[in-house]
């Protein structure tokens, strides 16, 4: 199982939105609606910022967001904050019963 | 306040053994899927297994079935990662993760309270 597909690098400045792709196949994000969103800022814990595609686990900012359409996952920073700067990676359920991840995007606040 | 500490990260030589232990609080152990991820040096995160909530069954990533076994003790507390016939590319940060409780089945999906991780180096 490839790793999902993340671009290496986004950056935008504090208040803009971003958004990072996660593309996988037909195998994986195209079956199921089980895609999840993870923040790591290195040296601690990822956080869990979404969970099945769009559900923002409690206490996590309204300014993050998920979607899905087809093969492809995204998600959205809206009014981007120098805190938000770390690794993001996607994961999503596969038809072999098994989880992978996405290859991380590290996101910059300029 | 959920916490889940790892140990057992030591350098070993390839071919060797090692067995990662994950001590659990704040929360009702037996009532969550439990698994283990893994961060190589400069890649991204990787999963590796998962649990259910009686341990009764278990899921692998290709590339550690037969050589990696997840287990846990609700007794202790515990979630445990056995590792054998180690090689140079299973060198990385081991981190336990508990699964999210929003219905049932959601913990093999998404992982909600990780540990800080645990350093396994493999190497001659």
């Known amino acids: 199982q490839s790793a999902l597909t993340q671009p290496a690098s986004v950056s935008g400045s504090p208040g803009q939105s971003i958004t990072i792709s996660c593309a996988g196949t037909s195998s994986d994000i195209g079956a199921y609606n089980y895609v999840a969103w993870y923040q790591h800022h290195p040296g601690k814990a990822p956080k869990l910022i979404i969970y099945d595609v769009t559900n923002r686990p409690s206490g996590v900012s309204i300014r993050f967001s998920g979607s899905k359409s087809g093969n492809t996952a995204s998600l959205t920073i809206s009014g981007l904050q120098a805190e938000d700067e770390a690794d993001y990676y996607c994961s999503s359920y596969t038809t072999s019963t098994t989880l992978v991840f996405g290859s991380g995007t590290k996101v910059t606040v300029l | 306040e959920v916490q889940l500490v790892e140990s057992g990260g030591y350098l070993v030589q390839p071919g060797g053994s090692l067995r990662l232990s994950c001590a659990a609080s704040g929360f009702t152990f037996s009532r969550y899927w439990m698994t283990w991820v893994r961060q190589a040096p400069g890649k991204g995160l990787e999963w590796m297994a998962n649990?259910?909530?009686?341990?009764?069954?278990?899921y692998y990533v290709d590339s550690v079935k037969g050589r990696f076994t997840i287990s846990r003790d609700s007794a202790k507390n515990s979630l445990f990662l056995q590792m054998n016939s180690l090689r140079v590319e299973d060198t990385a940060v081991y981190y336990c993760?508990?699964?999210?409780?929003?219905?049932?089945?959601?913990?093999?999906?998404?992982?909600?309270?990780w540990g800080q991780g645990i350093l396994v180096t493999v190497s001659s």
């Open positions: 993760a508990r699964g999210s409780h929003y219905y049932d089945g959601s913990g093999f999906y998404s992982f909600d309270s």
């Open positions: 649990i259910n909530l009686d341990g009764g069954d278990t």
